[in-house]
């Protein structure tokens, strides 16, 4: 059971009525996360806005799920760990053994993303001191400064998303069970 209040669109606060709405047009349901950051309405604009901004990195797609899904892993955040493992196998961004593979934190076969998992997590774990050598092998992959940054923002949104979930002990959807 959460700790915290997961509002529904009837009961969110009024701040938070219209963006726990458009979720629920987004999503076809409503996550919990949803509902827990309704209960403040700013880390829920903080969550949306910069998720937005996320999309628009120079991170692909599967790029951006193997950053979001090593920090949910790492984080101990079941929620999200189903939640991008399910947006990546709707889009089809991997393997079914490369998802696992990303899902337990082991080596990938694809080399540039091994990379990027790897920096993910030294990102994570140093706090963002990452040893010369971590950041060399991000860049030896292919990344660049502007990645680099990239990531720290990926992991800057997952912590936000992480922590909450963490803190509400928030209940996996029906629709993302599946994908825990």
């Known amino acids: 059971m959460a700790r915290l209040t997961i509002h529904s669109v009837q009961s969110a606060p009024d701040a938070s009525r219209t963006r726990v709405e458009n979720a629920l047009k987004i999503n ?4 919990n996360l949803i509902g827990v950051l309704a209960n403040a309405p700013q880390a829920l604009e903080t969550y949306q806005e910069v998720g937005k901004i996320n999309n628009g990195t120079s991170l692909s797609s599967a790029e951006r799920e193997v950053v979001q899904i090593t920090a949910a892993k790492l984080n101990g955040c079941a929620f999200c760990f189903a939640g991008h493992s399910k947006v990546s196998v709707l889009k089809k961004l991997f393997s079914p ?9 082991s080596e990938l076969n694809d080399n540039k993303l091994n990379a990027l998992a790897n920096f ?7 706090k963002g001191n990452v040893a010369d050598d971590e950041l060399q092998a991000f860049f030896d992959a292919g990344y660049t400064e502007q990645a680099a940054l990239e990531v720290v923002l990926g992991v ?3 912590t936000l998303c992480n922590y909450a979930n963490n803190l509400a002990r928030t209940e996996i959807n029906p629709e993302l069970q599946a994908f825990a």
């Open 156 to 158: 800057s949104l997952a």
């Open 97 to 105: 053994d490369e998802l696992t593979n990303i899902r337990n934190l």
């Open 120 to 126: 993910t997590q030294a990102v994570i774990l140093h």
């Open 28 to 31: 076809g349901f409503l996550p």
